[in-house]
């Protein structure tokens, strides 16, 4: 499977949204992630490895370079404050770490300190706060379901808070059959510390979190990003 995948329809989305109607040529979903594909590898190419620390840089100062490039292409007669600017970072660099989430989780997918097997990226209309779900991992064939959040955030210190968790939380048992009384069936990806103490208080067991420290142990290696780049 290419990567990114749900990038693919995200970018679509704000394409319509925003380029659309201001007369942007639109990329088509397949020439989007060709492109993206390449920025990203330009950069692990540079690299070799990369820490946490350097990944959230990474996607920071590419994220900030799409956003550049997406401005430039806005005709002059079009009033930018109009165009929600910001968005076109925040969409851009929270749809590649979901991309980075679901190559980790499938690579890791039979490993219990990540809680979750068979991972799926979410392809919903609006975004509920669910980005992917598979099922709970314990030491059987689970057939416990749970679901993924991914957050990205630049400053490691940062905490997810509780609010959005539990949006996470509601559309798991709503929408994707997940049982609200088995543990770590929310599952919290994140490039920062880790969930607030609210969530925490109130979710319980039921929620696993996936933190930066964690993620680095992994990634800080060559062969990690070697593999990772042949997804390609």
């Given amino acids: 499977m290419a990567y990114p995948t749900r990038l693919d329809v995200q970018i679509n989305k704000i394409n319509s949204a925003k380029f659309g109607k201001y007369g942007l040529a639109c990329l088509t979903e397949n020439e989007f992630a060709k492109e993206l594909n390449k920025m990203i590898l330009d950069e692990i190419v540079k690299s070799h490895n990369m ?3 350097k990944l959230r840089k990474m996607i920071n100062e590419v994220g900030q370079k799409f956003k550049a490039d997406s401005i430039s292409r806005i005709p002059s007669v079009i009033d930018q404050t109009s165009l929600d600017l910001h968005q076109l970072y925040t969409q851009f660099v929270g749809d590649w770490f979901e991309a980075f989430a679901e190559f980790f ?3 890791f997918d039979n490993d219990e300190r990540y809680g979750v097997k068979d991972y ?9 706060g669910v980005d992917g779900y598979g ?3 314990d030491d059987t064939v689970s057939t416990h379901k749970c679901v993924v959040q991914v957050k990205y955030r630049l400053l490691k210190t940062d905490e ?9 939380f509601t559309s798991g048992v709503l929408q994707f059959d997940v049982d609200p009384a088995v543990d770590n069936c929310i599952i ?12 925490q208080k109130v979710l319980g ?9 964690m993620i ?6 060559v062969s990690f990003w070697q593999s990772f780049s042949k997804c390609f």
């Fill in 205 to 213: 067991n039921r929620l696993h979190v996936i933190d930066d420290s």
């Fill in 160 to 168: 997810i808070d509780y609010s959005a968790l539990a949006r996470t």
């Fill in 135 to 137: 099922f709970c991992y």
């Fill in 51 to 53: 820490n946490v620390k």
């Fill in 120 to 128: 799926t990226p979410a392809v919903l209309e609006d975004d509920l």
């Fill in 188 to 199: 919290l990806f994140c490039s920062c510390k880790g969930a607030n103490l609210n969530a």
């Fill in 105 to 107: 989780l499938k690579t």
């Fill in 216 to 221: 680095n142990k992994e990634i800080n290696n």
